[in-house]
C-alpha cells in the first residue's frame, strides 16, 4: 500500500545539502543592529538579503508606532475581517492607501501571499488570465485557486501576449480577460512593459493588474509604484502591494474601483476566511506610509546605492543582467558555484541570497542582493570588496578587471527605462542555454593533480545536485533505457546522491587535511 509520507522520506536534497555544508536555508537571525547589519550563528554580517527597501524596520517612529499599538488593542484581533477583526485602524489604513495610489478604495489582507490569492474571487470559469511567466508564486497560486483558464507568455515578450490575446479574440469573444504581471521582477529586477501592457488592453479589451510588491515605495516620483512610474495609473484597473517591504509591515493591499474592491472584501476566501492584520503591524504600515510621503529622499538615496552597486559590480566582471531597480542579481551560473559563492560570502561576512532552479532557469543560479536606503558607503564599498575577492578566488570574475563595461541606468522617476541589455551570457542562461562541454585530454594533461582533483570534486558535488534535482522530463530524455532500470528510476536519484555525498565528504576531509 502506497503511503503520502513515504516521499518525505526518500527526499534526501536536505541531508546532501546539510553534509557538504552547503545548506542557505533558515538562517536565524539572532540580534538586528539598525537592520542593515544582523548576527547569526555569533557572526555579525551585513545584511544585503532583505526587501525592507527604505529602511523603515529599524526606524524609531515606526517601532513605536506598533508598540502603542499593542498597548491599545492588544496582540491580535482574534478574528476576521468579516466579522470580529476590523479595527478602526484597519479603515484608517484603507483610506490612506486609496488616497496614495489614486484609487478609488483599498482593502488590506493579513499578508501579501494572500493579497494575490483574493485575485481568485474575482475570476469566473469564462474568464482568461493573460500572466507573465516569472510572475511571483503567489499570483500563479492566485489563478490556481480560481476557475478561470490561464495562458503564461514568456517573460517581458509582449508579441507573444499579442498572439495569446488575437488567439482569445478569435476563439472565445465573449471570455473576459486580465493581464497580470509583477511590477518589478523579484529575481531578475528588471520591470514590466506596462506601457505596450496597456497598449494591448485597450486592443482586446482586457483589465490589467501589476503586483507592486517590489516597487510601492520605490518606483516613481512619489514612491506610488510601476503605474506611476511610467504616467498609466488611471489606465491601471489594479494593483497590488505588500508592506513586508518598503512599509516595513506584514500584509498586502489591493486598490481599484470600488465594487470590485467591496466585490473582494465579501467573496474572497484569503479575507473572509483569515485573522485579519495584527494591531501592531497596522500601525506600523500606517507609520511608515506617512513616512514614504513625507521624505522623498529616502527613495533619491535608495536609487543612488542601485546604481553604485550595479555599477561597482560591472567594473569588477560581475554580470548584474537586466536589472534597473535596487533587486541586484549577480550571476554565477552553476548552482552548485552559486551555494559555494554563497557561503564563502556568509563567512566573509556578507548575507546574500543564493536563487537556483526553478526560481531562475537552469544555469542561472544567481546571488541577489538587495539594499535599503540606510545602508552606509562603508558597508556597501565593504560588500563590493567582499564580492571582488570571492569573485576572483572562485573565477567568476577575470583577475584583472575590464577596462570598460555598459553603466546601468537606473529606473528613476521619469526615465521610464525597464531594463538594462542583457549580457549574451545572462540571455542565454535566461533560457536555460548555460552549460560546459567539459575538458579535452589534452587540457587535462597540462593540469596538475592538484586541478585535476579540484575539477572531479567540483564534478561530483554537481552531479550530486543535479542528481537531487532530476526531473521527470529529464527521465524522458533517458529514452528506451532497459525495463529494469526504468523500474528503478523512482532510485536513481538517490543512489546518486548517496554516492555523491560519500564521495565528496571523503574528498573534502582529505582536502581539509
Known sequence: MSDVFEKCRSWKDYRIAKATGLYPYFRAIEESFGATEVQIEGRRVIMVGSNNYLGLSADPRVKEAAIKAVERYGTTCSGSRLLNGTLALHEELEQRLAKFLNREAALVISTGFQTNLAMASILGRHDIV??????????????????????????????HLEQLLQQSAEKEPKAGKIIVTDG????????????RIVELSKKYNARVMTDDAHSMGVLGEKGRGTSEYFGLEAETDLVMGTFSKSFASLGGVLAGPHDVINYMRH????????????????????????????????????????????????????????SVTPVVPVHIGDQVKCFRFWKALHEAGVFANPVIPPAVE???????????????????????????????????IPQTRPSTYTPVQIARPGSQVRNNKASEKWAAASVGQNGTNGFSLDQLSRMSSREVAGKLFDAME?????????????????????????????DIPGLLLEKGANLFIRNGREDQN
Not at 140 to 154: I, N
Not at 375 to 393: N, S
Request: hydrophobic share 40%; with cysteine; aromatic share 6%.
Open 184 to 195: 518589478v521582477f523579484s529575481m531578475e529586477g528588471d520591470i514590466c512593459d506596462l506601457p
Open 130 to 159: 493573460f500572466a507573465d511567466r516569472q510572475n511571483h508564486a503567489s499570483l500563479v497560486d492566485g489563478v490556481r485557486l480560481s476557475f478561470a483558464t490561464e495562458r503564461k507568455y514568456r517573460h517581458n515578450d509582449l508579441e
Open 362 to 396: 537552469p544555469g542561472h543560479a544567481l546571488i541577489r542582493t538587495s539594499y535599503m536606503a540606510t545602508h552606509t558607503d562603508e558597508q556597501l564599498d565593504r560588500v563590493l570588496d567582499i564580492f571582488e575577492q570571492i569573485g576572483k578566488k572562485m573565477d567568476v
Open 462 to 490: 554537481s552531479l550530486t545536485w543535479k542528481a537531487a534535482n532530476l526531473q521527470p522530463e529529464d527521465i524522458r530524455k533517458l529514452g528506451q533505457v532497459p525495463m529494469k532500470l526504468w523500474e528503478k528510476r523512482a
Open 267 to 322: 467573496k474572497s476566501r484569503s479575507v473572509i476566511f483569515s485573522a485579519s492584520m495584527t494591531p501592531a503591524s497596522i500601525a506600523s504600515a500606517l507609520k511608515a506610509l506617512e513616512i514614504i510621503e513625507a521624505e522623498p529622499q529616502r527613495r533619491a538615496r535608495l536609487l543612488d546605492i542601485a546604481e553604485k552597486m550595479h555599477n561597482g559590480f560591472r567594473a569588477m566582471g560581475f554580470d548584474t543582467g537586466v
